[in-house]
């Protein structure tokens, strides 16, 4: 039977801590909690890593996280070797939050750069340092400059990123909010989680269960390291940080 744990980073993408209780163990370990602010795995996005402290003081090191039969059960996998939980423990959860927060930042950076290039979604992966995009773009006729220039403009106005649920009968009366090509967000369970960007969604919404910063000005810099082709209408984009290298 599928556990289902209540997931805390969605309402609040900047906790670094928590508490929680073991409720399984499953048959290769894995860690299955209450509640949790450890991102599993999903759209693109990797899962966290951090530590389990218990009430000795001990820690379990996260290496990472995953769903399980549902999306609604997170699944902590331990490191190796390391000594296992018993169900009904109170323990304490601590994220890698450096790394969860480059993965904030980064997030955020491709939902800009799908609003820079308004085209079909084909593809993304968002990692800490190199991330990407690939879109279903039959001209390619855009430039590294050009595309940077249209994100940076977004990071300097520093616009408000804010969530917000619809029902499944408004997601299908609005059609043009799924920007992904080839995959549908999950409906039946009556809401749908959008990210939305400027205020009152002015600058975009679409729906994503990811972890994204507060607003694009936490972003930083950040400019495109190439755009390869990857067949004869997908164009992949790669997000960096920092500065375009000068050449």
């Known amino acids: 039977m599928a ?3 209540e997931a805390l980073f969605r309402d609040d993408a900047y906790l670094r801590t928590a508490e929680a ?16 602010i450890f991102y599993a795995t999903s759209g693109g996005q990797p899962g966290d890593t951090g530590h389990i402290e218990r009430g000795d003081g001990s820690r379990i090191a996260i290496a990472a996280t ?5 999306k609604d059960e997170i699944i902590h996998v331990p490191a190796p070797e390391l000594a296992t939980l018993q169900v009904g423990e109170r323990v304490k959860l601590a994220i890698d939050w450096e790394r969860r927060y ?3 930042r980064m997030h955020a950076a491709c939902h800009l750069l799908t609003v820079v290039c308004p085209f079909p979604i084909t593809g993304a992966a968002v990692f800490e340092d190199d991330s990407r995009v690939d879109f279903d773009i039959p001209d390619a006729s855009f430039t590294k400059e ?10 300097r106005a520093d616009h408000p990123i804010f969530t917000r649920l619809i029902s499944d009968g408004e997601l299908g009366a609005n059609p043009g909010l799924v920007k992904s090509k080839n995959v549908r967000p999950p409906v ?20 994503c269960g990811g972890t ?10 950040i400019h495109i390291g190439k755009i390869e082709k990857k067949g004869r209408e997908n164009r992949r984009f790669r997000i960096r940080f920092g500065p375009m290298p000068v050449n």
């Open 146 to 155: 050009e595309v940077t220039a249209g994100m940076m403009d977004l990071v």
């Open 3 to 5: 556990h289902k744990t």
């Open 21 to 36: 209780t073991v409720v399984a163990i499953n048959e290769r370990g894995g860690i299955i909690l209450d509640r949790t």
């Open 102 to 104: 480059l993965l904030m």
């Open 66 to 70: 995953i769903t399980g039969e549902t």
């Open 188 to 207: 039946g369970t009556g809401k749908i989680r959008l990210v939305c960007i400027g205020e009152n969604a002015s600058v975009d919404s679409q729906p």
């Open 212 to 221: 994204h910063v507060k607003s694009t000005g936490e972003i930083g810099e």
